[in-house]
């Protein structure tokens, strides 16, 4: 008999206690393992889902402005130098960055005026299968265009120009046909035509040439400044604006589950320690006798405060490799409720195992230490008194 056997045997003896223990410490180890997958994969849709509000980086051509001003009257400013931004260069710079996997979507813009009969009105080509996901928000009365010539018309300019869902019309001397009205937005949309960008730099004869880049990163992962500065580094001569109101929206979303599921995990802990603390306590009380037989045949303070610590270890052991498994299984039984199982990429860790075993068993043992500390400040004489 030693400060190993006695625990098991304790246990084995009290196996409802130690049972209904060990299920209420394991549902808890369930709930906080289902919540931080479930919470992983919530988040990482979420900022996907985030990415059809616009772009939060912004790819500009770099210039220089030199103020004209004589005789104390300011004549304006003059751009000088202006960087031509080369559509296949910018996005495979873009591409090439150590943070390209945080990057959802590379959308070049080519912005041009023209007249339709009497009327101007600004054309902006786009790559129209990457601004579905950019602009995720937008509701069309008809489709996304399919031919090289069709054009989506803002409700602005649509009602301007006098155009509606299949009209033919000349655009810069070519044909071109109204595949999509966009509904108002509220935004500059509503006052430009929408073409193809092949269709639009042939037109306008620049071809490969775009006005600027929205590019849609992803920022849980890294912060946007990161990604910022390996863009600058990558194009050296080009501006690289950050949309911060846009990026600081998406990370207090992002922010918002995290610490909810965090708040919901600490609680659960804590009432787990409770429920350890409170029947270990019980057990101190109930084995009073047994204790102060254990100090008389010799067993030190040390010894009975690690009998009853030995005692918790093995219940957090159980109870994590249980409840991780648990855990496991029930997010993504949860997910598939969601439906969110296609989107979820969940695999099992060694070292997730192992920490999660490591934290409950290390929670198991503050939770005892009071218990422990009381069963081991038990004097003999005290003990025995009612035997």
Not at 73 to 88: A, H, K, Y
Not at 206 to 223: I, K, N, Q, R, Y
Request: charge should be negative; charged fraction near 20%.
């Amino acid at each position: 008999m030693n400060i190993l056997t006695i625990p098991l045997r304790t246990m084995r003896k009290k196996w409802l206690k130690t049972l209904m223990l060990l299920l209420v410490f394991t549902l808890s180890v369930v709930s906080i393992v289902s919540l931080n997958y479930v919470s992983r994969v919530v988040g990482e849709s979420l900022e996907k889902k985030l990415t059809a509000f616009g772009a939060n980086i912004l790819v500009m051509p770099g210039s220089e402005k030199l103020t004209v001003s004589y005789g104390g009257f300011s004549l304006g400013d003059m751009v000088m130098g202006m960087t031509d931004l080369r559509e296949s260069e910018v996005e495979e710079k873009i591409l090439s960055i150590g943070y390209r996997d945080r990057i959802s979507v590379i959308a070049p813009k080519l912005v041009s005026m023209t007249k339709i009969g009497d009327l101007a009105v600004g054309v902006v080509g786009v790559r129209f299968d990457r601004e579905k996901v950019l602009k995720g928000y937008w509701a069309l009365d008809g489709a996304f265009p399919t031919t090289e010539n069709g054009i989506l018309a803002g409700a602005k300019a649509a009602e301007k120009l006098g155009l509606a869902v299949g009209d033919s019309f000349d655009l810069g001397g070519q044909p071109a046909v109204v595949a999509g009205v966009i509904q108002p937005t509220g935004s500059d949309d509503d006052s430009v035509l929408f073409a193809n960008m092949d269709f639009a730099q042939a037109l306008f004869g620049e071809p490969d040439h775009v006005s600027f880049v929205e590019v849609s990163a992803l920022c849980a992962g890294c912060p946007i400044e990161d990604i910022v500065a390996q863009l600058e580094e990558k194009l050296p001569h080009v501006e690289i604006q950050a949309l911060q109101s846009i990026v600081k929206q998406r990370m207090y979303a992002m922010h918002f589950v995290e610490h909810l599921i965090l708040t919901v995990s600490l609680v659960i802990l804590f009432i787990a320690c409770c429920m350890v603390g409170a029947t270990m306590l019980s057990s101190v009380n109930e084995r009073i006798k047994e204790i102060g037989l254990l100090r008389s045949l010799g067993f030190s303070r040390r010894n009975i405060f690690g009998i009853f610590c030995f005692e918790a270890v093995l219940i957090g052991m159980a109870s994590g490799i249980v409840g991780y498994f648990g855990g496991y299984a029930l997010s993504l039984k949860v997910l598939a409720l969601l439906d969110m199982s296609k989107e979820a990429v969940l695999t099992m860790h060694a070292g997730h195992l192992a920490l999660t075993c490591l934290l409950i068993v290390g929670v198991s043992v503050l939770a005892a230490f009071f218990p422990s500390w009381k069963a081991a400040s038990i004097e003999p004489s005290t003990a025995l008194i009612s035997l």
